[in-house]
C-alpha cells in the first residue's frame, strides 16, 4: 500500500510538472512535488505541493533564475479544473523564496505587467488627484546593500500632464527594518512640489507598514530581502482565496 501511495504521488507530481512546463515559454528546470493520492486528486484535493524551478520565463517574458514554494492543503473545485479553470474551495497558505536576477529585473520594470500596476498607483494631494504612468525604469543592486533606482514618470494632476526623471538609493527590507530611503533626486521636468513629496513619502510608509499587501484575491507580504551578487532574494508569506487573474494572465 505505501508502494502505491507513493507511485501514485510520482504520478501526479510528473503531470503537475508537465502541466506547469507547458504554460512557460521556457524552463531550465522544474521539480513538483504533490503530497496526495489518486482518490483525493479526484475530489481536488491536494496535503501539500512543494515546487522549486530555475530559469522560468513566462508567456509576458518575465523571467525567475529561480524559484522554492511550499504550500499547506489545497483544496480545489474538481469540475471547474476539468475546464481549464482553477477555483480554490478553501484558501491556500504558502512561503516561497524567488530570486531574481538584476537583468531579469529590468525586463520586468519595463514589462506591460509593471506599467498596468503603476498606473493603477494614484495620491491625493491637497484635494487634487495625482496619477502616475511608468515610462521607463532601471535597477543596480550594489554589493554595498543598495538598490538604486532611475527613471521616468509621466504626471498628471487634473488635466495638466509632464514628465519627471528621478534617481533614488535605497535599503532593502529586513527582518528587522523596513525598507528605507536613503536620496531621492529629481533629474528631469520640474521637479515636485512639497506637497506630492509629503504625500508620496507618506503613502509609500503605509504601504511599507502594512502586514499584508493586497492582490485582487492574494494577500501577501515580503518578510526579507537579500543582495547577493546582483540578485534580489525575496522571501514571501501570502494567503491565496483565488488565483488572481493577473497571475494567470502572465501564464497565457
Same mark, same amino acid.
Given at each position: ?154 504626471? =498628471?494632476?487634473?488635466?495638466? !500632464?509632464?514628465? #519627471?526623471?528621478? %534617481?533614488?538609493?535605497? +535599503?532593502?527590507?529586513? @527582518? *528587522? ?10 533629474? =528631469?521636468?520640474?521637479?515636485? !512640489?512639497?506637497? #506630492?513629496?509629503? %504625500?508620496?513619502?507618506? +503613502?509609500?510608509?503605509? @504601504? *511599507? ?44
Amino acid at each position: 500500500m505505501a508502494d502505491q501511495h507513493s507511485l501514485d504521488q510520482q504520478i501526479i507530481s510528473q503531470v503537475a510538472e508537465n502541466s506547469i512546463s507547458n504554460q512557460l515559454e521556457a524552463a531550465e528546470q522544474i521539480d513538483i512535488y504533490v503530497e496526495t493520492d489518486i482518490l483525493k486528486i479526484v475530489q481536488g484535493q491536494v496535503d501539500g505541493l512543494r515546487f522549486a524551478g530555475q530559469g522560468l520565463v513566462t508567456k509576458q517574458n518575465i523571467r525567475l533564475q529561480e524559484i522554492k514554494l511550499q504550500t499547506d492543503n489545497i483544496d480545489i473545485n474538481p469540475i471547474s479544473a476539468i475546464f481549464g479553470q482553477i477555483k480554490l474551495n478553501k484558501s491556500v497558505n504558502l512561503v516561497a523564496r524567488i530570486t531574481l536576477a538584476e537583468a531579469d529585473i529590468n525586463n520586468a520594470l519595463n514589462s506591460k505587467f509593471s506599467r498596468d500596476l503603476v498606473q493603477k498607483f494614484q495620491l491625493n494631494v491637497e484635494g487634487k488627484i495625482v496619477k502616475f504612468a511608468l515610462q521607463q525604469m532601471q535597477i543596480h543592486l550594489h554589493n554595498t546593500g543598495q538598490i538604486a533606482l532611475e527613471g521616468k514618470f509621466h504626471l =498628471q494632476e487634473n488635466d495638466h !500632464s509632464r514628465l #519627471l526623471g528621478f %534617481s533614488a538609493k535605497l +535599503r532593502p527590507r529586513t @527582518l *528587522s527594518r523596513p525598507i528605507i530611503f536613503d536620496s531621492f533626486t529629481c533629474t =528631469q521636468g520640474e521637479g515636485v !512640489s512639497l506637497d #506630492l513629496m509629503v %504625500s508620496l513619502m507618506q +503613502r509609500f510608509q503605509e @504601504l *511599507s507598514n502594512l502586514p499584508y499587501i493586497q492582490l485582487e484575491d492574494m494577500k501577501f507580504r515580503i518578510k526579507n530581502m537579500e543582495l547577493q551578487n546582483k540578485n534580489l532574494i525575496l522571501f514571501i508569506e501570502a494567503n491565496v482565496n483565488q488565483i488572481p487573474e493577473s497571475v494567470t494572465e502572465l501564464m497565457d
